[in-house]
Each structure stands twice: as C-alpha cells, then as structure tokens.
C-alpha cells in the first residue's frame, strides 16, 4: 500500500528541545528526562521505518511537552507553526509517551485558506507508552493506523519502542501551511508527550495520457502535473539492431499513444536500474488481461520477455504468451536480428 506513495520529511530541528540521551556537557536533557531510561540507540539521521523515510536530527532531535511528571515542567505545553508547506493525502507521525492520558496530546493542522483540522490523539489507538508491549495492540494497528516504527534497548530496559501513527488527511487538496504540537488542558498533564519525527505522502498517480513511446519496453505516460517514464513488468523490450524495430515501434505507437493508460505495481516498483516498473492497462481499469499493454506487445511479438525484477503476479500468463508468439514466429519472431 505505501508503494502509491510519493514521501517527504518535515524537520524538526528548528523546535526540538530534547536529545535521545542526556549530555551533561552540552547541557541536554533526554527524552523524558528519566536519566538512563532514554532513546540512546535509536538511530538518528535520515532512516526509514516500516517502510516510510523520516529524518530524526541529532544530538537534539526531539520535542517533549509540558507534564508534571519527571520533572518536565521546564517543556512548553504546545509547540507551534511546525512547517509544511505542501499539500499531503496523509501525515505520518513518530510520537510516544511515558505514563498516559486519555487523549494525551493533539495536532493542530493549518491550510493556507485559514481553516485548520484537529487530530485527538487517543491513548490505546493512536499512540501508546514507549514501554508498552506492542502485542498488546494488534487491533489499534489493524483499525487506527498505529505502527512500530523501531524497537530497542537501554540500560534500564529491553524492548523500548518508538510507535508511529498514520492520519489521513480530510482536505488532501489544501496546502498544508503548519502543524502545532500541543497538549490539551483537559489532560492535566499527567503524561510526557514526545514527537520524534513527522513525514508526509501525496499518492502517486495512477491513470495518465501516453505522450511518447519508450522502444517497446515502456512508455512517457503524463500523470497529474508531471510527465514520468513508465517500464513494462515482464517486457525486455526489441533490440536496437533487430529488423523489425522500426515495425514494433510502429505498431506500439499506434496502440497506445495519446491514450488513457492505468498502472497497477506489483511487489517491486523499480528495477535495479532505478527505473519505475508497472502493468500498463489501456482505459481506466485494471481488471482485464484484454486490456494488459505488457501482453499486448509480448503477444503480438514486438517484445520479448524479461525485466520481472521479482514480480510474479503475471510472470506465467506472460512468459506463456512469450513461448505462443516465438513458436507463431510473430513480430520479431518472423524476422532475422
């Protein structure tokens, strides 16, 4: 699911007030200022967790809010104007806190038209201690979009855990402007919370416009704003030197230029060039092999098979229609290299 995504990072640098550890030299207190009971090993930097990039700055990476435990009374009880600056379909966001509240703490998120939403942060479903036993909370993972973004140790305790949530945006077509961090009065301050990190994701568009062909191994597809270069799962493509080159490319342009083309992955988006890899459908659907351009072109012979990168949703169907056309000697079959 996340491979629809197109990621970026929100830096926190410029609010944080806490480190993963204590340096008494440098004056920094850790986390939840809990001494040696702190986030020591977490890896910093940018690092992804549960398949999503965030950027956790260091020595002083985090923001702890006000509490009236472990002495964090020196921590203000709302941070504010968090920048973003960009339209997101959903926000991820590495937070956890020690003791607890019903609603722990909340996020405040602007858009550029001056109006905001509220996301109530829940003990149990969207956030949970960072001592908690992950097992515990199975459900809210499967229903809230709660994660584990890492597990580690520290000198006082194995198994600390830095979870994750996922929040859908209502408004994905408003720019969001800032994010404020804060902790509702009706909480009493009975919790520390603590935000590690925030990313972002706009889906990557699905359903585009062919404007150019790409030999006979992937197209030049428009998707919304940006024009992207698209691989066939499956398709190798025709040699330059082959031919019937010219014929193939021909015959390719015809079917699938300036039409409407949607894209379904599979389990690895990208070869090990880099290059983006996808099912191509003519139409607006994904559903019928009839409409599968990678089928087309093997089928037809103005490609051979090849480049599944480790995709085998429809590795037999098109290595089988590979076999059909070189024995049908169709395409590049019927004609010498």
């Known amino acids: 699911r996340l491979k629809r995504y197109e990621f970026f990072t929100i830096d926190l640098a410029p609010h944080?007030?806490?480190?993963?550890?204590?340096?008494?030299?440098?004056?920094?207190?850790?986390?939840?200022?809990?001494?040696?009971?702190?986030?020591?090993?977490?890896p910093t930097g940018k690092r992804t967790f549960a398949?999503?990039?965030?950027?956790?700055?260091?020595?002083k990476g985090a923001i702890t809010l006000y509490s009236r435990r472990a002495?964090?009374?020196?921590?203000?009880?709302?941070?504010?104007?968090?920048?973003?600056?960009?339209?997101?379909?959903?926000?991820?966001?590495?937070?956890?806190?020690?003791?607890?509240?019903?609603?722990?703490?909340?996020?405040?998120?602007?858009?550029?038209?001056?109006?905001?939403a509220l996301f109530e942060v829940k003990s149990g479903q969207h956030v949970i201690d960072w001592w908690a036993e992950p097992t515990r909370y199975a459900e809210a993972m499967e229903r809230h979009g709660l994660f584990i973004a890492w597990q580690g140790d520290n000198p006082m305790h194995e198994g600390v855990i830095l979870p994750g949530c996922e929040w859908s945006n209502p408004h994905p077509e408003k720019e969001i402007t800032t994010i404020d961090f804060e902790t509702p009065a009706e909480s009493t301050y009975g919790a520390v919370p603590v935000l590690a990190g925030i990313?972002?994701?706009?889906?990557?568009?699905?359903r585009g416009t062919v404007v150019d062909i790409i030999g006979t191994h992937g197209l030049r597809i428009r998707l919304g704003t940006k024009v992207e270069d698209i691989y066939y799962i499956g398709s190798t493509g025709i040699p330059d030197s082959h031919a019937f080159r010219e014929?193939?490319?021909?015959?390719?342009?015809?079917?699938?230029?300036?039409?409407?083309?949607?894209?379904?992955?599979?389990?690895?988006?990208?070869?090990?060039?880099?290059?983006?890899?996808?099912?191509?459908?003519?139409?607006?659907?994904?559903?019928?092999?009839?409409?599968?351009?990678?089928?087309?072109?093997?089928?037809?012979?103005?490609?051979?098979?090849?480049?599944?990168?480790?995709?085998?949703?429809?590795?037999?169907y098109l290595e089988n229609l590979g076999f059909i056309a070189s024995q049908k000697r169709m395409g590049l079959w019927g004609e010498q290299e």
């Open 16 to 42: 944080a007030n806490r480190g993963y550890r204590d340096d008494k030299e440098s004056g920094l207190l850790g986390w939840t200022n809990q001494g040696e009971n702190d986030m020591r090993n977490l």
């Open 51 to 59: 398949g999503i990039p965030f950027h956790l700055p260091a020595p």
């Open 71 to 116: 002495n964090n009374t020196d921590c203000p009880k709302k941070v504010t104007g968090i920048t973003v600056g960009r339209k997101a379909d959903v926000l991820f966001f590495l937070h956890t806190m020690a003791w607890g509240a019903p609603v722990p703490f909340q996020y405040r998120i602007h858009y550029a038209d001056n109006t905001e």
């Open 199 to 206: 990313s972002g994701a706009v889906s990557r568009p699905t």
């Open 247 to 316: 014929r193939a490319l021909a015959a390719h342009r015809a079917l699938v230029h300036g039409k409407t083309v949607s894209l379904l992955a599979d389990a690895v988006t990208e070869d090990d060039q880099g290059r983006h890899l996808a099912y191509v459908y003519l139409g607006t659907s994904t559903y019928s092999s009839r409409d599968l351009v990678n089928a087309k072109l093997i089928g037809d012979g103005l490609a051979k098979v090849g480049n599944f990168a480790g995709n085998d949703r429809q590795r037999m």
